[in-house]
């Protein structure tokens, strides 16, 4: 069983940056970011390879956000600038079985528990 464990979710000012960190234990996944704000679907934020060669982003946050990985860590990190109200929204973190980095959810078969970005105007 893969446990995935998030941190670094918090309140923050327009403008402001933040930076997320997944914890997974077991072997090297495909890995996800994924946020849902209320109200709304969840919604495919950045994915990484195993290697941490391949990146992929929603096209809306391209240059905003930025994922990383430390595979001698196990650990997967979203860092977040220049974040806008719109970016307020519960965070996953996600893992998935295969080398291509996806964005649709269910291809996604393990999920952390959610951290809490809020970000205000």
């Known amino acids: 069983q893969v446990q995935l464990v998030e941190s670094g979710g918090g309140a923050v000012q327009a403008g402001g940056s933040l930076i997320l960190s997944c914890g997974a234990s077991?072997?090297?996944?495909?890995m996800g970011w994924f946020r849902q704000a209320p109200g709304k679907k969840r919604e495919f934020v950045a994915g990484i390879d195993r290697s941490g060669g391949s990146t992929n982003y929603a096209d809306s946050l391209k240059g905003r956000f930025t994922i990383s990985r430390d595979n001698a860590k196990n650990t997967v990190n979203l860092r977040m600038n220049s974040l806008k109200p719109d970016d307020t929204a519960v965070y996953y973190c996600?893992?998935?079985?295969?080398?291509?980095?996806?964005?649709?959810?269910?291809?996604?078969?393990?999920w952390g528990q959610g951290t809490q970005v809020t970000v205000s105007s």
């Open positions: 996600a893992a998935r079985i295969g080398v291509v980095v996806t964005t649709v959810d269910s291809s996604y078969a393990y």
């Open positions: 077991g072997r090297t996944y495909v």
